[in-house]
């Protein structure tokens, strides 16, 4: 049977590739309207983030997101994707001890 080939997508922050699934995506509309986009699907400019809190954190320190999406972005934002990534984090490692 042929292998199927795995989407890659680069982090904005570490710069390492990793696949489409272990990434997550934030999504500018064309209205400038900034969200998260766990199906990643959503049109608009899209950027990926590896699902680690401390890319997160380095990322609002340093502002990467703000010039990778030629917006500005909240404090509230940046501590809304915290949450939601230490979440999934937390989600993931629990549902991989289950198997």
Known sequence: ?????IPMRKC?????MKPKKEMLRIVRSKEGEISIDPTG?????GAYLSIEPEVVQLSWNK???DRVLE???TDDFYQELLDYVTHQ???????ANDK
Not at 12 to 16: K, Q
Not at 89 to 95: I, N, S, V, Y
């Open 12 to 16: 904005v922050v570490s710069n390492e």
């Open 1 to 5: 049977m042929k292998q199927r080939k």
């Open 41 to 45: 699907k959503l049109s608009g400019r």
């Open 63 to 65: 502002k990467i997101l």
């Open 71 to 73: 917006t500005n972005l």
């Open 89 to 95: 984090k937390a989600r993931r490692e629990l549902f």
